[in-house]
Each structure stands twice: as C-alpha cells, then as structure tokens.
C-alpha cells in the first residue's frame, strides 16, 4: 500500500482551510455534475429513464453515487475489490434510473 494519499482526499482536507482549495473542489463538483446532467439527458431521450423519476432527480442520484468518496469507503476502508465495487455501482444506478 502505498504512502501517498490519494489527490482528491488532499484536496478535501484542504478545502476547509484554503479558499483555492475549496473553489477547485467546487469546480471539479460542478464539472461531475454537469457530466451527469448530459448522460442523464441522452438517457432520457433514448426513454431509458425509470417511470417517475425527473431528469434533474436522476442526474443527481448518478452524481452522488459516482463521487469518489464511495469508492473510497467500500474500496480502501472496508476492503471491497475494485470489481465488488464496479458491480453494486452498475447495479445500483440500474436499479434508481432504469425501466424495470
């Protein structure tokens, strides 16, 4: 295991502290969010979204559940395999944002 810590727990730990810090945070949220928001979109134009769930509602579920943070937890933390991970990921967005 590496000693380095990851980039983005840094920049977490920095942000309280730094306004740069914060404001690159900030940033790299609204960046994932807006990648959210246009796969969201192209879903809903293919009808691929789940009977009653809003564009805006579904674009944030896939923006929190794609946080790094959860990776993090259930990966480093908890000891998760990468593939363990990949799949409840999948499995979960399926199941929020799909037809069934």
């Known amino acids: 295991m590496s000693c380095a810590r990851p980039i983005g727990e840094v920049l977490i ?20 969010m ?22 805006q509602r579904a674009a944030e579920l896939c923006w929190a559940l ?12 908890r000891s998760w395999s990468t593939a363990d991970f990949n799949r409840w990921l999948s499995d979960s967005l399926a199941a929020a944002l799909l037809p069934t």
């Open 13 to 32: 730990a920095a942000a309280d502290i730094d306004p740069a810090a914060a404001q690159l945070l900030a940033e790299a949220s609204r960046n994932r």
């Open 34 to 55: 807006l990648g959210a928001t246009v796969f969201i979109r192209y879903l809903a134009s293919l009808d691929g979204l789940a009977v009653g769930i809003t564009e």
């Open 66 to 77: 794609t946080d790094g943070h959860l990776y993090r937890l259930l990966v480093a933390q």
